[in-house]
């Protein structure tokens, strides 16, 4: 029965009888496409196509991190400089352009200070591990910036199956790495960060359980060198799983929650309105 403009209130309940009994064609909706099969440039990595995720809860937060200890800007002349060492995350993967967290930590910070970041896909902090940062340019880079703070987050690609049955070197490393960064003539205050969450199965098997195993080392490794503090990825984004959409790489709301968390830890105050 077609309905018209003229169509009377008994023929339009007709009408919608029809419509109720008739069962909907979803033959021309096709199902989500898989993703495609992706290299990794930097360590020839691939992953094989696979179905779009499945939507995710949030993710257990961890015990909270030890304070840290915001920066002493009267201790500096000139801009402050900020090294921001770390994976694809840092990169500012999955944030868009002009949005990882490094970035929007400038535009929080403001003139006073000049962050850079040297963020590299798909790279881990063990030296044991399939793509180790440190045998990487970018960390002579980063000592190069004579940085007076430096943020390392590393270890999301170190949660990869092949490489945490290594795990045994990832305290010893991280000391290579802070030690590196301590040894400079700027005497930077250096920042652990607890990696992100992951709720999910991440891309190459990038897992939570792992994760969570990190945590407390690097507490540790804060308490024991007597480092400027954890700034914590991992609680500020654990009950924001809609800010991680491939479970792994944060948005760029998620970069901005990252930048607002590194702020606080920074300045000892809360980050500005967006």
């Known amino acids: ?10 023929s339009l309940a007709a009408a919608a009888l029809i419509l109720a009994a008739t069962p909907l064609a979803r033959a021309d909706i096709p199902p989500a496409p898989p993703r495609p ?25 961890l015990p909270p991190a030890p304070a840290a ?14 090294a921001c060492v770390g994976d694809s995350i840092t990169a ?15 535009e929080l910070l403001g003139d006073k200070w000049d962050v850079k970041g040297y963020g590299l896909s798909g790279h881990t902090l063990m030296n044991s591990g399939n793509a180790p940062y440190m045998k990487k340019p970018a960390f002579q880079q980063a000592q190069d910036f004579k940085p007076h703070v430096v943020i390392i987050m590393l270890g999301t690609n170190d949660t990869k199956p092949q490489n945490w ?47 969570r195993e990190q945590a407390p080392l690097i507490d540790k490794l804060v308490a024991d060198h007597k480092l400027a503090g954890v700034i914590d990825m ?15 790489h944060p948005n760029a709301a998620g970069a901005r929650v990252m930048a ?15």
């Open 234 to 248: 991992h609680n500020a984004l654990a009950d924001k799983p809609q800010m991680l959409p491939d479970r792994v």
């Open 37 to 61: 099969a992706t290299t990794n440039a930097a360590t020839g990595e691939t992953k094989p196509p696979t179905p779009p995720p499945e939507p995710v809860g949030p993710v257990e937060p």
């Open 165 to 211: 049955e290594k795990k045994a070197d990832f305290v010893p490393d991280y000391e290579i790495m802070i030690a590196a960064f301590a040894a400079l003539d700027s005497k930077p205050k250096i920042y652990l960060c607890r990696p992100c969450p992951v709720p999910g199965n991440g891309n190459f098997k990038i897992n939570e359980a792992g994760v």
């Open 69 to 82: 200890t915001p920066v002493d800007i009267t201790a500096i002349e000139g801009k402050i400089r900020v």
């Open 260 to 274: 607002e968390t590194a702020y606080a830890a920074l300045t000892g105050k809360a980050a500005p309105a967006n």
């Open 1 to 10: 029965m077609p309905i018209t403009p003229h169509a009377t209130g008994a």
């Open 92 to 106: 500012g993967a999955g944030a868009g352009k002009g949005k990882a967290y490094p970035t929007q930590l400038q």
